[in-house]
């Protein structure tokens, strides 16, 4: 079975500009997560889809938004990128009946 | 709120040396912890995960077990090899009723395995 994937692998920006990062969850998994991962860190979360509605969201700006699709693929906007949007950007899946996140490769995003 | 703080790395071994990687845990009620493991340039992999206090989790030769009277979930390897080289993260997913199912992370333990 195909694991969680992302698109694109990598991306390069510069200040102001908008991102859309996107991820598509395991086949049968219907919530999806985002989190943000700078270089020596942990991955801190920033949003949780289930079934198309949004059940958390992080400590992140306004700048950053959401959604999910009736097939369970999700999308991730940043707008007026700064500098330090620079992270890779990790989307996860979860399995209900194992209570277990499983995560895609990631996005690496540079804003120069 | 919840928090998680693992030991400080890097920690550089010699292959077939036996690994500790320490994780504890500050959290409400009874979370659910984890291992995860990042190889370089890569997502982020389930190692492990114990779901209740006493519970032992093993996976690939490491394990790790629930101790909730320390708050603790140290991982353990009796031989490591030099492809056991990555990233190690304890995160724990609380048991608060909220909405979310939000994994929250430690800062992450380089492990470097010499031949």
């Known amino acids: 079975d195909a694991g969680v994937t992302q698109s694109p692998t990598h991306l390069i920006k510069t200040r102001g500009q908008h991102v859309t990062l996107r991820c598509s969850p395991i086949s049968g998994h219907k919530s999806v997560s985002w989190y943000q991962q700078v270089l020596g860190q942990g991955p801190q979360f920033i949003f949780q889809y289930y079934e198309k509605e949004e059940r958390g969201r992080g400590n992140f700006p306004d700048r950053f938004s959401a959604r999910q699709f009736p097939n369970y693929s999700s999308e991730l906007n940043v707008n007026a990128l700064l500098l330090g949007d620079s992270a890779l950007y990790l989307c996860?899946?979860?399995?209900?009946?194992?209570?277990?996140?499983?995560f895609g490769p990631g996005t690496r995003l540079t804003v120069l | 709120g919840n928090s998680v703080t693992q030991m400080e790395g890097p920690v550089t071994l010699s292959e077939e040396a036996f690994l500790t990687i320490n994780c504890t845990y500050t959290?409400?009620?009874?979370?659910?912890l984890f291992w995860y493991v990042q190889y370089p340039g890569e997502g982020l992999q389930l190692l492990l995960k114990?779901?209740?206090?006493?519970d032992k989790g093993s996976n690939k030769g490491f394990e790790a077990t629930y101790r909730k009277e320390t708050t603790s979930f140290h991982l353990e390897k009796g031989s490591v090899q030099v492809s056991d080289s990555a990233v190690y993260f304890c995160a724990l997913r609380g048991s608060d009723g909220g909405a979310t199912n939000k994994l929250i992370f430690g800062t992450g333990t380089l492990l470097a395995v010499q031949p």
């Open positions: 959290a409400t009620g009874y979370p659910s």
């Open positions: 114990a779901t209740k206090a006493d």
């Open positions: 996860a899946s979860r399995q209900t009946s194992t209570d277990t996140q499983y």
